[in-house]
């Protein structure tokens, strides 16, 4: 016989059951399931909905999966876990953080997430809430896999995050990640950094003459709050070689492997740069036979990058050659090398180049011999005695440029080119900033209208890099961590949710669910919900309490209908009725 223990303390069939399986068919009809596929559990006598309580395996087993919430799905965070044997496994939804990793063996009682209220869940999570703010949908958060936009981080992802102490680059796991919605937002643009963060979003404000960076909300921001931190340090890892890997060569009749080709890790990232900047590869039939070339080609006017890139190829193994152009004012080193080309071509597609991914581990050192190779080919000294880069018409090369720039120290924003000819490609450039910090001028904070989803997750450094519009820059991160406990607003009527909320406007109808969802939510020694909102638009006077419609409730609504053409319940949605179905609920 299956025996499963409870998935948290003290727990209690009678009293800890808020919804069994198959209950409410038609709510669920909306998401085309017959009816609740699951057993929804709350927390008598916990604070607040039971917030942040730990949730516990309920079998031993193994961490199979882990999903964070996404807009417009119902289940939000979740854990899955199989049993030991295989034969069955259990999920928890709805959690605020994660416990755990894919991969992880657990024992039963193990805390393995928090409670929380990803997904569809009532009340509906909103920007009432005193978490510390989210990103707007385009922000984008630099990952261990490169950049990514916050909706669709992957389990095994680790943040880039800042030391506040250290100012030291540090990669971490997520604790926690939100998605919620938000019918406004705090906007800021100028030429170095553009934001677009929820209310009371916590900003990472470096502190004049000082080495501390504190974490402000964005409407407390001062006008001398102006230094947005968009350095660190990154120490990363020194290699002293690399091993080019073996390859598959025939001779004559037979098949052997080549042996892993050892390189000195200075040497080839100096060749790296030259090549990714001004190199090409060729891997073509040619008289019956397939050539393998590696080409870098300079003007011959560059007579000393001429002579760098000869004294870079001759440490290499390569047995690189001149080849005089017979037409064009310049000249190639060529290399037949098949464990070469074969090596450098996995990094060409469509046209486009994309740089090896084990450069961005490197030292801050090592890092820098690359950049300074690939300036030389593709870059431009500025008047200010920055550097600009030219990656061409790889956007996610550019990418690359400005995370290895932030490890070497520096901070280079993305602009994008866009072509003179139909059918011609956008081509983009990467110009570094001189300066450590970014502009944050209180003057220019604009609040704008959004109504959409914002995201953010939990670091346990509380700073992450972000960017928009490829502007890069330090900043803060909401909080969720275990003891937190959100201060929901209080809600007379019980909660309401909608995996895709949207607010009302004036005049809208309110749906007949609604309505139902809320009437049913009242509490007898309550005043009804026609009553509410009629005291709100001001027609109610003195009402006696009652738990369903009263004639009174009924005449006035009619009144008020013949007369302004408007109900407040199941007419029309009038002003202030709008602000408070607004600070609650979603409009469907």
């Known amino acids: ?37 699951g057993l929804d559990i709350f927390f008598p006598g916990a604070d607040k909905y039971g917030y942040g309580t730990p949730i516990l395996a309920a079998h031993d087993g193994k961490i199979v999966r882990i999903e964070y919430d996404v807009p417009h799905r119902t289940k939000g965070n979740g854990i899955e876990l199989i049993s030991n044997d295989g034969s069955f496994t259990t999920i928890y939804w709805h959690l605020s953080a994660f416990q755990c990793n894919v991969g992880d063996i657990v024992k039963e009682g193990d805390v393995i997430g928090l409670a929380g209220n990803s997904g569809f869940v009532r009340p509906i999570p909103t920007l009432t809430e005193p978490h510390n703010g989210c990103y707007d949908k385009e922000t984008e958060v630099l990952t261990n896999n490169g950049w990514k936009k916050f909706a669709v981080l992957a389990a095994e992802d680790t943040i880039c995050t800042l030391n506040p102490n250290t100012r030291e680059i540090e990669y971490q796991k997520p604790t926690g990640f939100i998605s919620v919605f938000s019918p406004f937002l705090y906007s800021y643009e100028s030429t170095a950094i553009s934001v677009a963060v929820s209310p009371n979003h916590r900003m990472a404000i470096a502190i004049k003459n000082s080495n501390k960076i504190e974490r402000i909300p964005i409407e407390k921001i001062k006008a001398s709050h102006d230094q947005i931190p968009r350095k660190g340090i990154w120490k990363g890892q020194e290699q002293e070689f690399f091993n080019l890997p073996p390859i598959t060569k025939l001779n004559h009749i037979t098949e052997y492997k080549t042996q892993p080709m050892q390189l000195k890790m200075d040497d080839w990232l100096d060749f790296l740069g030259w090549y990714f900047s001004d190199g090409c590869f060729v891997a073509k039939e040619y008289n019956g036979q397939k050539r393998f070339q590696i080409f870098i080609t300079q003007g011959y006017v560059n007579s000393e990058k001429i002579k760098e890139i000869q004294n870079c190829v001759n440490k290499l193994p390569f047995n690189f050659h001149i080849s005089h152009g017979k037409k064009s004012k310049a000249l190639s080193f060529v290399a037949f090398n098949k464990q070469l080309t074969l090596y450098l071509a996995q990094f060409s597609k469509d046209d486009k180049k994309i740089l090896p991914s084990f450069i961005e581990n490197l030292s801050s050192r090592q890092i820098s011999i690359f950049l300074a190779s690939f300036a030389k080919g593709d870059g431009y000294q500025t008047k200010n005695g920055g550097m600009d880069y030219y990656p061409g018409v790889s956007k996610l090369m550019a990418d690359q440029l400005q995370i290895l720039l932030l490890k070497t120290g520096q901070v280079a924003n993305i602009k994008t080119k866009k072509p003179f000819n139909l059918g011609k490609r956008n081509t983009y450039f990467l110009t570094t900033r001189l300066s450590e910090y970014g502009d944050f001028q209180k003057s220019k904070i604009k609040k704008v209208p959004y109504n959409d989803y914002v995201y953010c997750v939990e670091v346990p450094n509380h700073i992450m890099y972000v960017r928009r519009k490829d502007k890069p820059y330090f900043c803060g991160n909401t909080h969720l961590h275990f003891g937190y406990k959100p201060q929901f607003k209080n809600n007379e009527y019980g909660g309401y949710s909608d995996p895709t909320p949207v607010l009302f406007k004036e005049g809208d109808r309110l749906p007949q669910k609604l309505v139902l969802n809320l009437m049913l939510g009242s509490k007898s020694d309550q005043v009804s919900l026609l009553q509410t909102f009629l005291k709100l638009e001001g027609f109610a006077y003195d009402y006696d309490p009652i738990g369903y419609f009263g004639t009174k409730t009924l005449r006035d609504v009619r009144l008020m209908q013949e007369k302004r053409f408007i109900s407040p319940a199941l007419g029309f949605v009038w002003n202030k009725t709008r602000e408070f179905l607004n600070g609650r609920y979603s409009a469907y």
């Open 1 to 37: 016989m299956l025996r499963l223990s409870p998935p948290i303390k003290d727990f209690s069939f009678n009293k800890s059951i808020s919804q069994l399986f198959g209950m409410n068919p038609a709510l669920y009809a909306q998401f085309n399931i017959p009816g609740h596929n």
